[in-house]
C-alpha cells in the first residue's frame, strides 16, 4: 500500500516529493504504528484523484494525531 501512495505522490507536481517521501518512509519505519488506522489513512490518500495541497495536510494531520506515532520525529519530518 505505501509503495502504491509513493507512486501517486510521484505523480503529482503541486507535492513537495521529496518532504513527503521522507514522512511516508518515516511511518512506514515506526514500529508502533496502528496499523488499521494507518491503512485508513494510506487509503485515503490513494483515493485522491487531485491531491491538493489543504486536503494532503488534513492526511498528514491525521498521521500526526495517531496515539501510536512517535510524534516529536514526525515533527521533524513536517
Not at 25 to 53: C, G, I, M, R
Not at 61 to 66: I, R
Request: glycine share 0%; proline share 0%; aromatic share 2%.
Amino acid at each position: 500500500a505505501l509503495n502504491d501512495v509513493f507512486v501517486l505522490v510521484e505523480s503529482l507536481t503541486l507535492v513537495d516529493v521529496d518532504a513527503l517521501n521522507d514522512v511516508l518512509a518515516l511511518v512506514e519505519s515506526l514500529t508502533l504504528v496502528d496499523v488499521d488506522a494507518l491503512n485508513d489513512v494510506l487509503a485515503l490518500v490513494e483515493s485522491l484523484t487531485l491531491v491538493d495541497v489543504d486536503a494532503l495536510n488534513d492526511v498528514l494531520a491525521l498521521v500526526e494525531s495517531l496515539t501510536l506515532v512517535d510524534v516529536d520525529a514526525l515533527n521533524d519530518v513536517l
